[in-house]
């Protein structure tokens, strides 16, 4: 299996721009989490579906992010307009999602996000 | 917001010695699960303890689990250069949404040749 896969790994771009994260998860896994990792404020969970519905979107700063799951093997996450603040890294992790087995969430190499 | 608190938030070792490090949650727990992240990468799961569950074992790594005292710990014996990385300890509320895990803040660990 190769694992939970994020594209692209490294982006850079100017204030204002929109931007998309992508994140392929595990096949078979019905959970999927995207994170933002900094060194403020450490590891945060923006949003996390179950069988491509969102659950919890409570970590979502703000209006300007918006993550989707189409369908199993797909989401993304949209940040529209980008801000300097918005720099950090951008992880997307999987879990089988069902009851009663482990939880243990498998994690991409994520994205590295910086915002001019 | 943050569930668990590692402690140390640092820690650097010589090869061969034990690591500790400790982790403090505040609410009640369905499971506690450690995780490493080497520099640069995503986290990669080590261990999960579940809330009735006192002590775990897997090769180097032996984690603990006290209920009582919302307190878990992690020891790595026998460590290795390899085993420079961050640690992180993840909780599963009684009350979460199936899945949903708060992660601290992290203890980064050096190990010296």
Redesign the interface.
Known sequence: DAG?IQSPRHEVTEMGQEVTLRCKPISGHN?L?WYRQTMMR??E?LI?F?NNVP??DSGMPEDRFSAKMPNASFSTLKIQPSEPRDSAVY?C?S?L?I?GA?????????TRLTVL | SQQGEEDPQALSIQEGENATMNCSYKTSINNLQWYRQNSGRGLVHLILIRSNEREKHSGRLRVTLDTSKKSSSLLITASRAADTASYFCATRGETDSWGKLQFGAGTQVVVTP
């Open positions: 939970v959970s989490f450490g590891l969970l996390y179950n659950i919890d992880f992790a879990s999602g009851a482990g939880d243990e969430q498998f994690f991409g190499p994520g």
